[in-house]
């Protein structure tokens, strides 16, 4: 813990030394204000400075400068950001011999983590660093005893690259995206929710299914409701889903506490991820086994994207034509 910590103080000096303004969700009244400014808008991440300002340090000038010719201008600043941290971050954990991620799990994590922050700034480095420490926390619960009965994650519970972009590649497509629509508040802020909610469905399934193994009493199948023992695939338990709506209650409080998604977008992302883990588990226990290429990594890839996929089509269908529209 003591290494995130360390990772959030890099992200912090960063954020002193190159100031960005989180992504204003739509129907904010900084977003309605900005909408009806006749001075142009800006894309998220930057911000204008006064002259006095514009001053930075030479490392950051020196990455600015490798970026000029390859990232748009208005974004060079918060890639800048982004390279720094996640470059300082992966530095620090490897040092320390982290046992979080193999080795190439920790370097598609920096992918992972570099995308985030220059997509949606420090608020989606924020939403995907929660959701490796959570998963990480509640892997680790009653280890020992599930090792004893084989129902542990393997390797120890340290992630490795299949895994890093079976739980995330949905939330980083979402964030991908809130930039190409980055000048349009009410598809940015669609895909900011959607980011949101694949990261909080992923952390629901982890929370949901350690738990569940490490405290179920009893837990059967979500398709025919058989009794099985704890680690079954597609196996449910009373505390494993209590556990998974703490955890994506959890995770969706994260993105509104950083701006990305509003307060009443929280029980749209935990109601996307429950949906979409009592799809996983349904799939899990009728045809998983029967088919030999659909593994965990894959599962969780349908999982979250589909979480994702339900929070914005939700999120579009009860919001057609904007809140700005009329504005």
Known sequence: ??????????????????????????????????????????????????KE???????????????????????????????????GSAALLTAAKQDVLTPGGLFHSWMLGTAMWACLGWPGWVSGTFYLIG?????????AEKERQGIAEKRGGRREPSQVWGSAAASTVCAMLAVVFANDDRLRGIFQLGAVAGFATKLSDTCASEI???????????????????????????????AGVAG????????????????SDIPLCMGAAFVANFFESALGASVQDKIPWLNNELVNLFN??????????????????GPLASA
């Open 53 to 87: 300002e514009t001053a930075s340090s030479p490392v950051s000038t020196s990455v600015s400068s490798l970026l000029t010719d390859f990232v748009d201008p208005a974004y060079q600043e918060q890639v800048t950001q982004s390279l720094l941290v996640n470059c």
């Open 212 to 242: 569940g193994k490490a405290f179920g009493k009893n837990t059967f199948l979500s398709t025919t409701l058989e009794p099985v023992p704890p680690g079954t695939e597609g196996a449910v338990s009373l505390e494993g889903t209590l």
């Open 304 to 321: 979250t994207s589909i979480g994702a996929l339900l929070a914005v089509g939700i999120a579009w269908t009860l919001n057609p034509a």
């Open 1 to 50: 813990m003591r290494l995130f910590a360390c990772a959030v103080s890099i992200a912090a000096a960063s954020e002193r030394g190159c100031a960005f303004s989180p992504p204003q969700r739509i129907g904010s009244p900084a977003a309605s204000s900005a909408k009806r400014s006749s001075v142009p808008a800006l894309r998220p991440g930057s911000r204008r400075l006064h």
């Open 135 to 143: 998963g990480s926390i509640v892997t680790k619960i009653r280890k």
């Open 248 to 263: 994506s209650l959890a995770q969706a409080l994260v993105g509104t506490a950083t701006g990305l998604i509003q307060p």
